[in-house]
């Protein structure tokens, strides 16, 4: 079983930069592809970013790419979304999953593990 915990959401202007952590317990990450997904309200969850499980390869949506970096520490258990040119369009709560043994992929049936979420709020 893997616990994850999101943090380092908040408030920040249009332009600004956040960067999220995704702390894991339980296991380790070593052996679970990671990623980031987000759901605006009143719309459905989407993928933003993937990673997988040696962090050679990396995938993200076509609206943040170019602005949102992912990462892993697998000494740290950690994963990290960096997040640069923040738009209005950008906020949600953002949330991180593993897929053991997984790819990296942005099919959300995939991961089997949720951490809780943290916000993100862009202001106009």
């Known amino acids: 079983q893997v616990q994850l915990v999101e943090s380092g959401g908040g408030l920040v202007q249009a332009g600004g930069s956040l960067r999220l952590s995704c702390a894991a317990s339980?296991?380790?990450?070593?052996?679970?592809?990671m990623a980031w997904f987000r759901q605006a309200p009143g719309k459905e969850r989407e993928f933003v970013a993937g990673?997988?499980?040696?962090?050679?390869?990396?995938n993200y949506a076509d609206s943040v790419k170019g602005r949102f970096t992912i990462s892993r520490d697998n000494a740290r258990n950690t994963v990290y979304l960096q997040m640069n040119s923040l738009e209005f369009e950008d906020t949600a709560v953002y949330y991180c999953?593993?897929?053991?043994w997984g790819p990296g992929s942005g099919e959300e049936r995939l991961y089997n593990y949720w951490g809780q979420g943290t916000q993100v709020t862009v202001s106009s």
């Open positions: 999953a593993a897929d053991r």
């Open positions: 339980g296991r380790t990450l070593s052996s679970y592809a």
């Open positions: 990673i997988s499980i040696g962090g050679n390869s990396k």
